[in-house]
């Protein structure tokens, strides 16, 4: 199930060709024939801008058919998704001076775009479509965070590349991922070889990866992959960074043989750890109050 908007110049002549040249080395942009299509790795977040083919069969009473600019976005999606999206098509409504025709809402004719408008109806659109699915699907088990926690994360993994660029290659910034637990999500950063790094202090576990660092064995070093909570790390780094805000800053020049020795003293992960698309992480209140929770 998806979301569409249709798009067209509110004066002048649309052109095809500028159009789809104003994505060209945009970040997390990649042009397919006649669609942009946007993917952010970091966030999950996902839609795409394409322009209508004039072969495309219009019916005549067909009120998009004038506008050249398809918007589209999946429903069944966490509400963090419309935040990333709005910025985007915002910046492309206000580029070329487009009028917006939702056919999700309108009847007849486009309407001077809103960015709240447009937030707040894929939000209303998005909680039907999940209940229209979960319907179908009652015993489906669904991972769920509260919608609070999943903005919070969205905006770390959003402005993650900036803090890098930022603070350089001599600290790590990582993106905050979603993990399976038993019954629960589990949100997680990985922590590689005990490198200076920028930890947001919300999560709840870090992975630890040791290669170079790792213990040596009867045949050399073996790399180990262990689990330990923030809450359990976060006393060991303690002496050897600064927090900040909603981070944690552990900037080193190397790393501390008690902070080393912690790191190998973890019991290694007896299996990986199964890794969550945040796609598939939904709100919590949606999902509750679709199923009468």
């Known amino acids: 199930m998806s979301y569409d908007l249709h798009l067209k110049p509110r004066l002048g002549e649309f052109s095809p060709r500028d159009f789809l040249a104003s994505f060209e080395g945009r970040p997390r942009y ?3 024939g006649t669609q942009a299509w946007y993917e952010n790795p970091d966030t999950g977040v996902t839609f795409s801008f394409e322009v209508n083919s004039d072969d495309d069969e219009v019916e005549d009473d067909d009120p998009a058919g004038s506008y050249p600019v398809s918007f589209n976005m999946n429903l069944f999606r966490p509400s963090f998704f419309v935040l990333e999206a709005e910025l985007e098509l915002t910046r ?3 580029q070329f001076d487009f009028e917006v025709f939702d056919p999700q809402f309108d009847v007849k004719k486009g309407a001077a775009y809103e960015p709240s408008r447009f937030v707040a109806q894929w939000q209303w659109a998005n909680t039907s479509a999940t209940a229209a699915l979960l319907a179908d699907e009652k015993d489906t088990p669904v991972r769920t965070l509260p919608a609070a926690t ?8 959003y402005d993650r590349s900036a803090l890098q660029s930022k603070l350089g290659d001599s600290v790590f910034v990582p993106s905050i991922m979603f993990f399976a637990g038993s019954d629960v999500v589990n949100t997680v950063v990985v922590w590689a070889d005990c490198i200076p790094c920028v930890f947001p202090t919300f999560v709840d ?4 990866y040791l290669q170079q660092m790792a213990p040596w064995r009867l045949f050399g070093r073996k790399p180990t992959l262990a689990q330990v909570d923030w809450r359990r790390l976060a006393p060991i780094l303690d002496p050897h960074g600064r927090p900040d805000g909603d981070t944690f800053r552990v900037d080193y020049q190397e790393a501390p043989p008690d902070v080393i020795a912690f790191a190998r003293s973890l019991k290694p992960s007896a299996t990986d750890p199964v890794g969550i698309q945040p796609a598939l992480v939904l709100d919590a209140e949606i999902v509750a109050r679709v199923r009468g929770g």
Do not use: G, P
């Open 30 to 32: 990649t042009l397919n």
């Open 205 to 208: 576990r870090v992975v630890v």
């Open 92 to 94: 492309v409504v206000r």
């Open 150 to 157: 999943l903005e919070r994360i969205w905006r770390w993994n």
